[in-house]
């Protein structure tokens, strides 16, 4: 069982973001998320969401989904704003939490499921 | 003020370039609750000093439905009243993060500056090396020399700096709700923006409480007719402008929306790419994001095409300035080309043009829109209605363009969502007294 993201239902709301947030650490904050809207191209209209997973970094884009082995060879950085992911925990599926994955629960659009 | 909120006021003085925090009590809140309700108190309390107030809403930042808002207020040099001005996109939660909930800008720097808010500290830097750069320059430079592409900017470009009261605050590239000329007032202050980043943390008073109302209220927004509409097509199709919508489709790429809102009420134009690409475009500026669907109706009236009337707002949106207004006032001024007017926006007036009304954005429709709302009789009746409609959302700090679609995110539900997450309880009076004030203008 894993979060799936469908990054063109995708608008962007960062809800997921800060429903994660909350689930880390029971008050409202982004710094601890494990998903993350990815939007620093913001002149280009292009983004999507990054997930961190137990030994992958889920990458959404518009062309389709990425999936990127932590650590592995040729793994680049990417933009500033995203390498702190690297250092966040991973996603637990909102472990203890019964109403389950927060960040399913907060998106308006579905566009975050879990399979 | 422990719970959803950092609890402080920032003053900043640019005339002395001095700096200074007060606390935000908490008894303040339960009298003006937030967002205009205590701007309007801060810029009554400085008002000797041409105030700009920037302020974040109680709600901002939240898991509440469309908590995407803070709100700009200053003494329009347009109408002579006080206004407010909505900030959305990710800016208004941004600055909820910084590390304030209030910043008050008080008299004028002698040298250009900007101010640059992160995580609790706030430098009045020089501006010089961007004064007399477009908006699009300006948010480049900042992010750039700072490091970080998420900082988001209130920002003013040529328009601003040379005083029209034609000239905007951007929310980072794009046009915002700013009808009021404010962004000359930060031009006369020599204030070329704000630069905010912030890595904040809002304790919640009952977290599982909060969350838990939150959910249940998205769970009953996401029945509502705005499901399965999108961005700025669908909006101009409820207004009737659906000869509009068809003019702009095709260079449509996609709709995006504001932290935490539901619809995704801003579209994306792609002029230099192709709008069908779903990957990331080789240009660097391939289009714009629309935020309104005002300036195009405007443009697309003074018989423009679609892809003219689009390079014509992105050239506003670069220097600053009111695309509906510059195009209302091309048609009053029988210009056709779109060269003409871009070369002529150092030297457009209003001449007579009558102001919006305050104190409220009008870049949301004064109408119920895809939602029934029970408030189709008298016009008296759509017009106090929407007035009190955007008043609670300037209050609270939710999306003005999202309560116009949502019925379900009652003034109750806001009240019910404060109590439980900041303990502080304000009753109905309380708010129908602070609403009829910040609705009367002053």
């Known amino acids: 069982m894993g979060i799936r ?3 063109l239902k995708c608008t962007g709301c960062m809800a997921c973001e ?32 990054i997930l961190k997973e137990e030994e992958s970094l889920v990458i959404a884009r518009p062309e389709g989904v990425e999936v990127r082995k932590i650590g592995a060879a040729g793994e680049s950085g990417g933009d500033s704003s995203a390498k702190p992911m690297l250092l966040r925990e991973s996603c637990d599926l909102c472990s203890g939490m019964d109403a389950g994955p927060m960040c399913v629960r907060f998106c308006p659009v579905d566009a975050i499921i879990l399979e | 003020m422990e719970y959803l909120s950092s609890g402080k006021i920032l003053i900043v003085d640019l005339a002395s370039s001095e700096t200074r925090e007060e606390e935000l009590d908490e008894g303040l809140i339960s009298k003006r609750i937030g967002g205009a309700g205590i701007n309007n108190y801060l810029y009554n309390s400085y008002k000797d000093y041409d105030p700009i107030v920037l302020g974040a809403g109680i709600l901002t930042g939240t898991l509440y439905p469309a908590s995407d808002l803070s709100v ?46 992160h995580d609790g500290v706030a430098d009045i830097s020089d501006g010089s090396g961007v004064w007399g750069k477009d908006v699009w320059q300006t948010t480049d430079a900042w992010r750039r020399d700072m490091g970080d592409d998420l900082i988001q900017t209130l920002v003013i470009g040529k328009a601003g700096e040379t005083g029209s009261d034609l000239a905007q605050v951007s929310v980072n590239y794009w046009g915002s709700g700013d009808v009021w000329g404010f962004a000359s007032i930060f031009g006369k202050k020599r204030l070329k923006g704000i630069a905010m980043r912030g890595m904040g943390l809002l304790e919640i008073e ?3 409480g909060f969350v838990e109302e939150s959910m249940r209220l998205l769970e009953s927004v996401k029945t509502g007719p705005w499901k399965g509409r999108s961005g700025l097509y669908d909006l101009l199709v409820s207004l009737g402008k659906n000869d509009v919508a068809d003019w702009v489709a095709p260079l449509v790429h996609r709709n995006s929306a504001s932290y935490n809102v539901p619809y995704a009420g801003n579209t994306f134009v792609y002029l230099d790419e192709d709008p069908s690409l779903l990957k990331e475009p080789q240009g660097a500026e391939p289009g714009l994001l629309l935020t309104s669907p005002y300036g195009l109706i405007a443009a697309k009236d003074m018989g423009l095409s679609a892809m003219d009337a689009c390079r014509l707002i992105r050239s506003c949106l670069r220097y600053g300035i009111d695309p509906e207004m510059v195009a209302l006032i091309a048609s009053r001024d029988a210009k056709k080309r779109r060269e003409d007017i871009e070369s002529s926006m150092d030297s457009l007036e209003r001449k007579g043009m009558k102001p919006w009304r305050p104190p409220f954005s009008p870049m ?16 008296g009746q759509l017009e106090q209605w929407w007035l009190q409609r955007q008043a609670l959302a300037y209050v609270f700090g939710i999306d003005p363009l999202f309560l116009i679609m949502s019925p379900e995110l009652t003034a109750q539900s806001m009240i019910e969502a404060v109590r439980i997450g900041s303990g502080i309880e304000i009753s109905e009076e309380t708010l129908d007294g602070l609403v009829s004030e910040i609705c009367g203008c002053n």
């Open chain 2, 206 to 208: 009952d977290p599982e």
């Open chain 2, 364 to 379: 949301v429709p004064r109408q119920p829109v895809f939602a029934d709302f029970g408030v189709e009789g008298e016009p």
């Open chain 1, 18 to 49: 800060m429903a994660c947030g909350y689930h880390r650490d029971d008050a409202f904050a982004l710094l601890s998320s494990c998903i993350v809207a990815y939007r620093t191209r913001e002149k280009k209209d292009y983004f999507g969401v």
């Open chain 1, 5 to 7: 993201v469908d990054a």
């Open chain 2, 72 to 117: 700009l207020t200053a003494r329009s040099p347009v109408t002579d009243n006080v206004c407010h001005c909505p900030v959305t996109l990710k800016a208004g939660i941004e600055f909820k993060y910084c590390g304030f909930d209030y910043l008050v800008v008080l008299g004028a720097s002698a040298k250009p500056v900007f101010l640059w808010i």
